[in-house]
């Protein structure tokens, strides 16, 4: 491969490793993306041309072609939109599972697992022995709060770990089949996500982390998170001033399945207001503050606290106090770019929260009678 390609961003450390096992295990994979991003994921992985198992598809052809037959489609563009997006259309429709070179490797191979005749062997594989992290530190927040805002400037460092949503449904499913027991999955997390500093971060929606922990425990029972296999977390705690707004903001999301976008959102028809919804998930975020504030001062740790309101005003301001707090050195020439993602908030959530207060008031003035 020329010498000239690019390679791009927090590329994923197990890219030769993944691919080598895309080839055992499949006959016939589809590499999805854009050129550039293809030729870097091969340059990352030390492969001097497009290995022969794998149908390569670039900017010409930015879905797998109908007419050929995969039995995997492997993304391999760092962007979630475009081409991710076809291939994501032909897995919910059952024909391939996907796996996407840029999340993690449980997230990975949990979508090949129907296509994967030993999944265990396949786990065993990856990462024996992992190596321990030197700092691990949990973005911990209840959804619709910027998180996602504050993890991509603190992954941009190249120093923090890149804490994304390492914890989700599919994490939770291998712990809940037995493939791995919780402590073995955060620590091979740990060992491939982690910085060249030793430094792991992670991103925990905590509903998401308590579906995790009751599926660890309905194997193990034991309680296998964060401070039990590591010892020492540092804990970084998002809330939202405006509870109304973030419940508006949540039942938008689960309706219309946007949760984050890079440009402006077009809703389809059928957005329709409802009050009832958004008090169940107000009342939903209020006692999941709750749970959050008693599950962090039962594990001890250090904590430092934002609200979404201050992060998205003071982003950089905010990443740096945040590395400050995990003792991270910070060099003078570090930049914070700009976020990549849109406000989702609308007019239609402005008349939303305009309907739902009012309905409060009337509520209000009824019990006062």
Known sequence: MAAAVKRLPNPSRFHTWALANVQKHFSAPALVGRTEQIDSVLATANAEETPRALYRLGDASPAPDPARRHDLVVIADFDTTGATRAAAERVAAGQAPMVHLYTDVYLNFQAALPVISDARSVFREFSAAPDAPELVYAIVTPPRTGSTILSDALSATNLAGGPTEHINPLTTLICKKGLLDGSTILSRLASSARTRNGVF??????????????????????????????????????????????????????????????????????????????????????????????YLEARGGEVIGFSYEHVAAHLEEVTLEVLRFLGIAIPEDLKIPQPRLVKLADETTERWYAAFMEEEEVKSRRSAH
């Open 201 to 294: 971060g992670t991103k925990l929606i905590f509903s998401n982390y308590e579906r995790f922990l009751a599926a660890c425990a309905e194997t193990d029972k034991a309680d296998r998170g964060l401070t039990q296999t590591f010892g020492r977390v540092k804990w970084i705690r998002l809330t939202r001033e405006d509870r109304v707004r973030q419940a508006i903001s949540l039942f938008k999301a689960v309706k219309s399945g946007v949760f984050n976008a890079t440009n402006e959102v077009k809703y389809a028809p059928g957005l329709d207001y409802d009050g009832a919804a958004i008090r169940k998930h107000l009342n939903d975020l209020n006692a999941m503050e709750d749970r959050i504030t008693a």
